[in-house]
């Protein structure tokens, strides 16, 4: 018997309409355009704007247009794993609220938090489901609201995040294509250097902790790069050295949209090319999930059928991971 692989069968994405400029941003804190580009490479992001909207209301476009393009029903997806650091609300998880918002109703879910990392964690997962012959039809998401939990008078984070949300399709195949192989790590001694202090169990909300400002996200960006820009590019080294690729084996990087130089210097480490390196930091920032299946939908069409691809992404915590998969149609 063949050996079953996970090949993603769709892909669809969705950002919202507001375009949050580096000029925009020059209003609200001391920057400038030049800095933001030269450091980040970021030029805009998109917000999702109006009340009571969140994390899910930007996956529901982005899977509808995900079924429609595969012309299925949502009622044939039998899981759904939405990676997310910002859902709806703490419970419950975002991915019962979007099934029973897209009509799922055959579906189970959850949420998986890996911050930035999460939706490479999360497609290895819903692999494991369609490996084992449990499941026939993942939904993958990742997407986040960041402008929820980012202080926008805060310069070391404002200019770096964006919202917006991808979706992935993950069906059997017995041909060689779909997820080969993947490599997965994480280290909490990194999350000192990353992370939200308050609204969890440890510090609940009070007066005190939103007064503090203590709801958004902290980082501090020279030891988040250091880190990131070693990790992020030895493990997407390391998934193509342990499948025996070398860079003229793969056809496109699609890397986390963190930092255009930690992008830089994943691709230097694999040897791949600028024209293989698939890049839109400078449109959308960092979507922290949504980055990696946004770049899939973006480029879906220059893909094909064969093509290696390697997937690789750093988060808060710190996790970082690598995926290397054979494109399917």
């Known amino acids: 018997m063949s050996k079953i692989h996970a090949a993603i069968t769709a892909v669809h994405g969705y950002v919202p309409d507001y375009i949050l400029t580096n000029q925009e941003l020059e209003t609200l804190v001391d920057t400038n355009d030049e800095w933001i580009v030269s450091r980040t490479g970021i030029k805009e992001r998109r917000i999702l704007k109006g009340e009571g909207l969140g994390t899910s209301d930007m996956a529901v476009p982005a899977v509808n247009g995900l079924l429609k393009k595969r012309g299925i029903s949502a009622e044939e997806i039998d899981l759904v794993i939405f990676c997310t650091t910002t859902p709806d609300m703490p419970f419950p998880a975002t991915a019962n ?36 012959g449990k499941h026939k039809k993942v939904l993958v998401v990742g997407g986040d609201k960041m402008s929820s939990i980012i202080n926008y008078e805060d310069r070391a984070t404002c200019i770096i995040f964006g919202d917006g949300c991808g979706a992935v399709l993950l069906e ?62 030895d493990v997407a080294h390391e998934v193509m050295e342990r499948n025996s690729l070398g860079a003229d084996d793969v056809a496109w990087l699609v890397p986390h949209q963190a930092n255009k130089r930690i992008i830089d210097a994943t691709a230097s480490r694999t040897g791949l090319s600028a024209d293989k390196v698939i890049i839109n930091i400078e449109r959308y920032g960092n979507t922290t999930n949504g980055t990696i299946p946004l770049c899939l939908w973006e480029w879906e069409s220059k893909f094909k059928k064969g093509d290696n691809l390697i997937l690789a992404a750093f988060g808060g915590g710190f996790t970082w991971g690598s995926i290397y998969l054979k494109w399917a149609y």
């Open 97 to 132: 609220i979007l099934a029973n918002k897209i009509g799922a109703v055959n579906a189970w879910g959850f949420d998986l938090q890996a911050a930035c990392s999460g939706f490479i964690f999360g497609l290895t997962t819903g692999a494991q489901f369609i490996e084992n």
């Open 172 to 233: 059997p195949n017995t041909e060689g294509y779909g997820i080969i192989d993947s490599i997965l790590k994480s280290d909490g001694s990194g999350a000192q250097y990353l992370h939200q202090k308050a609204g969890g169990s440890v510090k609940p909300a009070t007066h005190e902790t939103v007064e503090a400002r203590e709801h958004f996200a902290y980082q501090e960006g020279p030891a988040v790069f250091k880190f990131a820009v070693t990790n992020m590019a």
